[in-house]
């Protein structure tokens, strides 16, 4: 029984990145109907550059801001440059415009920072490992877990209580009224953007000391994030959250009790069809009625 | 009236102007087929295993341009059925001893079925699932051809070893030369179903549903199965090329079969035309003799230039090569625009 306890708050401490990244992938989402491909591959290009900073001496949490705010930046830069322009075009280019991204990003972070599988400093341990709530997870991941909890509950706080969150939900919701009010659409979406690719640094950064850093770091984990975030509903943000700490959960548990940790991956796969089959809009999904 | 008469006609040809092109493109088939015939004497070695590879990954991307191109439902998995394709032909040949040939269409089978199998959950949303589940597939796929208990058949980690198929009835030529021909028949047999599939009733079902499925389903188009159909069907063709690109490369791994793979197919389809079958040649090409180029541009970061060249083709030639081909091909004539493929840029906001 400890086993199963153990496995679902470690599942849970995952689940908490999952959440973070499946939480990016719905808020661009939400504003372009868009699935950002990239998202896994831009986070393990700002975990490179926290672990660069780390490298040249600064310490852990300047890196982290300093990784998280540059993040914010390239997402803003993708944005105004070519996802704009791509607003109304066809899925096809949207969708290649994305793998193209992943490749560039993908072939950038090998490039720079090399193809060598890298330890991850950890912030929340000093070397003698002291197990935390009774031996149930590691120092890392209570601390993960954290700062990802923190960092959604201020995402909603963001979206609920400031003008600027209700200007990008209103963007969201109806492009063409929130203009005719005065609200600068494209603006909206840039930001929407670089809180996502900063979103996505986060879930990297804190991802990092678990899985060991590597270009192809972000390839399984932001299986996990889809997962989530059609679990949850891909056009609710909420779902999505709740939808990555299930996922975390499903996998934990089956990685341990039922197909081992060599198909851990298939957990993921076999959640998305699971989902599109017997639940297409989600657990928490709206269906909507398009009219014809 | 709810049809569009204008989008659906424009899937029809115009019958006069068809016999002229028509007979244009088979003397022009023609001449492509001789050379591809006279190629066999001309390289040898290394140069001839990439034009048979050139041929695979025409195959592998024909299947891809069908559900992609002409159904208009984004496959990024499509190196799944190829691995599988492959695997099927290297299982059947190591462990049941038969012979190369007689693995293609078993391979083909496999792939339609497991094709339908995957398209049925997803293509019944549309739009972007069916792009996160092959996705999906294509990112765990290596991870499932490792599994220890698939171990006996699959070889796990270390893959499939083959032996390389020599030329039959004592024909003078080199097992090289053969693999070229092998493929080459088979991708024009692939070629002229794919065409022939396309250019019919089924073909204009799949544009139509590609372009207006609104109005294909008012038409009496069953959406859900003809799109699942055209993934099956598509499948099988990229099984096919995977059973001889294992034949060809005479191995078969879990690492060889990466998510890169269908990247690559997705890549080649974008450059070499999107809806042109013609295009899937252009692609393929593009594909193998890439790299050689992409090292030359940048030793650190050849895929970079691969994403570059991708987000360049969709932003200023959406049509890629074939669509540029033709549009030229078009102007030397006089005629009206070209018209065939995805409108794939919108107007501005």
Redesign the interface.
Known sequence: MSGVLHQVLSGLATGSIYASLALALVMIYKTTH??N?AQGEMATFSTFIAWSLIEAGFSYWVAFLLAVAVSFVIGLAIQAL?MR?L???????A???F??????F???S??IFGYTVKAFPSPFESGNEKPVLGGYLSAHELGASLVTLAVLLAVYAFFRFTTLGLAMRAVAFNPQSSRLVGIRVDRMLALGWGLAAALGAIAGIMIAPIVFLDPNMM??IL?YA??GA?LGGIDNAAGAVAGGFAVGVIEALGGAYVVGT?????I??LS??AV??FK?NGVFGRHVVSR? | MITKPGLLAQTARIPERNAIVWRGAIVFKLIGLAAAIAATFVFSGYHLFQLTMVIIYAIAILGLNIV?GYS?Q?S?GHGAFYAIGAYVSAILMTQYNLPYWATLPAAALVCAIVGFA?GL??L??G???L???T???A??LP??L???AFEDWTGGVQGIVLAKPDAPFGLPLSADQWLYLFSLAVGVVAFVLARNLLAGRIGRAMRAVRDHP?AAEAMGVHLALLKTKTFAVSALFTGVAGALGAIAVQYVAPDSFS?FLS?VL??GL?VGG?ASVAGAVFGAAFVVYMPNVAEKISK?????I???I??AI??FA?SGVAGALARIAERVRGKDRFKDG????????
């Open positions: 868009h699935v491909f070519l322009r607003a109304n075009a066809h899925v096809l280019s969708v290649g415009v793998i193209g991204l992943l490749l560039i993908n072939s950038i090998g490039w390839a399984g299986l889809f997962a059609l060599e198909l851990k991956l298939t993921a796969l998305i069809v599109l089959i297409p014809v | 992609t208009g984004i990024l995957i959950p997803a019944r949303l739009g972007l699932y792009a996160l589940t996705f999906a597939l990112i765990t991870q499932i490792k599994y220890r609104i998510v990247i997705f890549v974008v999107v650190a970061a050849p895929d970079a691969y994403g570059i991708l987000i969709l932003f959406p995805i409108p794939l840029q919108g107007g501005t906001r």
